[in-house]
């Protein structure tokens, strides 16, 4: 695709459900990487992929939180048993092999509001 | 104490302003240095990338990085509406994949 795409766009669940966020990266990109992004504050990371292996789980902030990649492609993101504190916004990037360190492209988020 | 800080804002400025966003960190082992652009519910975008000390010129943008007082700086000169963003720095210690962001500044450039 011509950028990374995320779904869904906005997602409103009500405390204690299950949810999941889709990141389809840009083609070829090999390295994946989920931020969230918390109202007014800068992005904090969760979790980078390298093909469908994930050498830096060290951001996820509880054992509720997980991740997974298949086919070197598609991400999810998986929240299970939401709490209000996990509202926010999560923003999945990907980025191509050989490429300076810091040259991310993001996608435009998936809003998540927990009642 | 967050490894990078910077400060929030908000920012307004006239159009045609220079614009002067900051950001100090304090790992000495970050060596890579980023400036993304985020407009309102839209994405991080990169606008510039510096490595190590120095300073980078692009447009009306320039990065600044001095290592030793552990400080970055994006100059924006004759600043446009258009240019009315978050601004967020990263960096990264260069093994690592994962960068470390700053809170981000908002910036409005009034017409």
């Known amino acids: 695709g011509a950028g990374v795409s995320q779904s869904p766009s906005n997602k409103v669940t009500e405390k204690g459900k299950d949810v999941e966020l889709r990141c389809d990266p840009i083609s070829g990109h090999t390295a994946l990487y989920w931020y969230r992004q918390r109202l007014g504050q800068g992005l904090e990371f969760l979790i980078y992929?390298?093909?469908?292996?994930?050498?830096?789980k060290s951001g996820l902030p509880s054992d509720r939180f997980s991740a997974e990649r298949t086919g070197e492609s598609v991400s999810t993101l998986t929240i299970q048993r939401t709490q209000q504190e996990d509202s926010a916004v999560y923003l999945c990037a990907s980025s191509h092999p050989g490429r300076t360190t810091g040259e991310l492209f993001f996608g435009e988020g998936s809003r998540l509001t927990v009642l | 104490q967050k490894e990078v800080e910077q400060d929030p804002g908000p920012l307004s400025v006239p159009e045609g302003a220079i614009v002067s966003l900051n950001c100090t960190y304090s790992n000495s082992a970050f060596q890579y240095f980023m400036w993304y652009r985020q407009y309102s519910r839209k994405g991080p975008e990169l606008l510039m990338y510096t490595y190590s000390s120095g300073n980078k010129e692009d447009g009306r943008f320039t990065a600044q990085v001095d290592k030793s007082s552990k400080y970055i700086s994006l100059f924006i000169r004759d600043s446009q509406p258009s240019d009315s963003a978050t601004y967020l720095c990263?960096?990264?210690?260069?093994?690592?994949?994962?960068?470390?962001f700053g809170s981000g500044t908002q910036l409005t450039v009034l017409p």
């Open positions: 990263a960096m990264s210690r260069g093994s690592a994949r994962q960068l470390t």
């Open positions: 992929f390298q093909g469908n292996s994930a050498p830096d």
